[in-house]
């Protein structure tokens, strides 16, 4: 069941989502200050994430038995409801600890949270809302680690990239789901040609990596590292786009995913 209960929580995604509100809270703070403030934020990111994904997979059990068996709720591994309570208590502790933080991060805490829930809930048959609310959650990390210091100057710039990184990562994974999403959920692969995905995808990324650039041009951040991070994520990102464009869903969405660590690890330079 211990088993059941890691994979049920994808801790990946959770430490990408703590590591979030640790470079938001770096940015907030014009340095890199990992005190208790900062580990309490990055502690409720991670525990809201994992009961996002939680949630998730419990509302998610009959599109899992189809398309991923293997979860832990449709193999069988962890029951429909024992998921439901291990997400309510992931909920419960991410804003126990935000609370501690100050109001600010409880307040985004629970727009968060709120936004998670509604997701698996009510909007994934519509996956572009879906998609929006996704990469409105990666950008949340980012602004709840910057609510530490309360200074939001430059969290907002890197939340406004990861949002539509974000968003080019989800319409390409869109791209990739489409067969296994058909009679379950209606996503823009659906409607749309995959050129135009394509372009979506790329016109996505480009903004990402224009509002990045900017922090350099305009003397924002002057880190050689986090040039060559941002540039070379960019360049990763074009790279999803091409093989999206080619029919390489697969490949296209590894390397969105690729794009978006070095997207963070320029942020980290940027900071630092």
């Known amino acids: 069941m211990l088993k059941g209960f890691f994979e049920l929580l994808r801790p990946v995604n959770c430490l990408m989502a703590s590591i979030g509100a640790m470079i938001g809270a770096f940015a907030g703070m014009n340095g890199v200050f990992l005190d208790a403030q ?3 934020a ?23 038995a189809k398309k991923n068996p293997g979860r832990p709720v449709p193999s069988g591994k962890i029951s429909p409801k024992t998921a439901l309570l291990f997400s309510s208590g992931l909920f419960a502790t991410g804003l126990i600890l935000a609370g501690f933080v100050n109001a600010s991060a409880l307040a985004i805490a629970a727009a968060f949270s709120g936004l998670l829930f509604v997701y698996s809930w009510k909007m994934k048959k519509v996956k572009i809302l879906g998609n929006i609310v996704v990469s409105l959650a990666t950008a949340f990390t980012l602004l709840f680690g910057a609510s ?5 100057s430059l969290a907002v710039f890197f939340a406004a990239s990861a949002f539509f990184a974000s968003m080019g990562r989800e319409i390409t994974k869109d791209f990739e789901d489409k067969k296994a999403d058909e009679g379950e959920k209606k996503s823009i692969a659906h409607v749309l040609p995959q050129k135009t995905i394509s372009f979506l995808a790329a016109l996505f990324y480009a903004l990402a990596f224009t509002i990045s650039a900017w922090l350099w041009f305009s003397g924002t951040l002057n880190n050689i590292l986090y040039v060559f991070s941002i540039s070379l994520g960019g360049i990763v990102f074009l790279g999803s786009a091409v093989s999206l464009m080619r029919g390489n869903a697969g490949l296209a969405q590894r390397l969105s995913k690729a794009g978006m660590a070095l997207s963070l690890i320029g942020f980290i330079f940027g900071v630092v």
């Open 42 to 64: 990055m502690a409720s990111a991670f525990a809201i994430c994992g009961a996002g994904q939680a949630i998730n997979d419990y509302f998610d059990l009959r599109v899992d």
């Open 38 to 40: 900062v580990l309490l």
């Open 148 to 152: 530490v210091a309360a200074d939001y």
